[in-house]
């Protein structure tokens, strides 16, 4: 079993930056991909990030270049850093997290997934 807990969200102008944290605990972490969610308001949980075990990233095409996902095994942690927000990016973040191995464009589906945290809430104002 594993616990994810999600933090750093917040309210943001456009154009900032900002860096939430997913942390996990009740399992060794190295052998886990996480993924990185986002769901707005009256729209369906989109795939953003995901990173696998050994530290091999995947992307949604829209945020390339504006985040960057990264993960400290010996911290527990998995970060996704995000610049040069936009409104449109306002949204819940999610962290998710898989022991299952597969590679890692497989982990863009929330299916893949069997750990989920609660969510931490990201605004962009214009």
């Known amino acids: 079993q594993v616990q994810l807990v999600e933090s750093g969200g917040g309210l943001v102008q456009a154009g900032g930056s900002l860096r939430v944290s997913c942390v996990a605990s009740g399992s060794p972490f190295s052998r886990y991909a996480v993924g990185w969610f986002r769901q707005a308001p009256g729209k369906e949980r989109e795939f953003v990030a995901a990173i696998s075990w050994s530290g091999t990233t995947y992307y949604m095409d829209s945020v390339k270049g504006r985040f960057t996902i990264s993960r400290d095994n010996a911290k527990n942690s998995v970060y996704l850093q995000i610049d040069s927000l936009k409104p449109e990016d306002t949204a819940v973040y999610y962290c998710?997290?898989?022991?299952?191995?597969?590679?890692?464009?497989?982990?863009?589906?929330?299916?893949?997934?069997?750990?989920w945290g609660q969510g931490t809430q990201v605004t962009v104002s214009s």
């Open positions: 998710a997290a898989t022991s299952r191995p597969g590679a890692v464009i497989a982990y863009r589906t929330p299916g893949a997934y069997d750990y």
